[in-house]
């Protein structure tokens, strides 16, 4: 009898099967080479028969080149970091297909000669805020604060409350991150009272800023007390502000969140803030201020090093001109509109009910509002089972069950989570 490890085709032929060239046109070919490895190595170890080698080949093949899938977040945090912050707009997705091959980012067409990098963009973010004499726009948010101390703080003092003293997540902390630049940081106040008195006494001829950072994943109750953008203003050193979130003006749902118009106004000489928080749109560091200064943190050397690229700037652009995205309609969805749903999905599902819940801005901001909604409860088990279904679904456990909470689903996805949900329990 011949040895079956002896019929395992060869990789060659395996290439020439139509289903597998067809995905080596499209996942590349060291991809697909992997793939019909690994099947080639189960025939040789008798866990398949040779024959079966295309077809698990195959089954195995992923359905995009790059390994990122999407997944349907049904945790109820708005904005959550782990699953990419922001989902993008329709406007905003189109923005980015468009300008992935070559574009005009850097050109004007009319002279044939290189233009301002981005002025689409920078032009939509001036326009969305007035308030700003200058805008700039960097990789994130830390990004910003990076420039802005390497730019007007390296071997002088920032000064900044012990209130404000923030870790941002996965470890890494904005007083670090500025110290980084070989700027001191210069604390002032204690965790829960900062006076105006305390800045003030602090101030001195090292001072290159104060710098508010606003609390945007936890807050301080009790006995408390912060100094106002205004108030700061006043004090006679130049005044930055993160206001994280990046709200542009203030947000009707979110009255306690800041936003850029109003710190400008307030007397913020400069404001930093992400692009894929509240405003909804790709992960970017806004920049918005004086001309001078912006000037200044647009010409600094490392400016080059935190520059974003094209797909970003189309992205933010479209975020900004085009329709509600995503994180808008998500706080603004109603409670009886997300009710009807919940009970639509339910009804047709025998082990699920629905159920009000209350869903979460998430690390983007307003830690301290609770948006109510309503979900689809199932069994605990089912969270673990859609999370790795096709598409995955991520929900939340609570009280001992797996809640999945529409306020963060767009409408459009619910025949998908239905799906998904059977899918689990054929
Ligand atoms: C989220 C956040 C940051 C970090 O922003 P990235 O865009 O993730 O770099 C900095 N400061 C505040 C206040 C934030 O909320």
Known sequence: MIDPRRRVPRTDTLLADPRLAEAERILGRTLVKSVIADAQQRA????????QVADHAVAALPSAAASLRPVINATGVVVHTNLGRAPLSQPAVD???RASGATDVEFDLATGRRA????????????????AGGVHVVNNNAAALLLTAMTLATGREIVVSRG?????????RI?????????????????N???????????????????????SNYYVTGFTKAVSIAELARLDVPLVVDIGSGLLTPHPVLPDEPDATTALRDGADLVTASGDKLLGGPQAGLLLGSAELIERLRRHPAARALRVDKLTLAALEAT???????VDRALAADVAGLRERAQRIAAQLPEAQAVDCVAAVGGGGAPEVALPSAGVGLPEPFAQALRSGTPPVVGRVEAGRCLLDLRTVGPDDDAVLLEAVRACTS
Not at 164 to 172: H, K, N, P, R
């Open 320 to 326: 900004l001109v085009g329709a509600p995205t995503p």
């Open 116 to 131: 301002r990098r981005g002025r689409g963009a920078l032009a939509a973010l001036a326009q969305a805020v007035p308030a």
């Open 193 to 215: 009272r900062t006076h105006l008195r305390d800045y003030a006494d602090a101030i001195g001829p090292d001072t290159a800023f104060v710098l508010k950072v606003h609390p």
């Open 164 to 172: 404000e003293l923030i870790e941002i997540g996965d470890g890494f």
């Open 95 to 97: 923005a980015v297909v």
């Open 44 to 51: 040789r170890a008798g866990d398949i028969a040779p024959e």
């Open 175 to 191: 007083p670090e991150l500025l110290e980084s630049t070989g700027a001191r940081i210069r604390e002032v106040g204690t965790t």
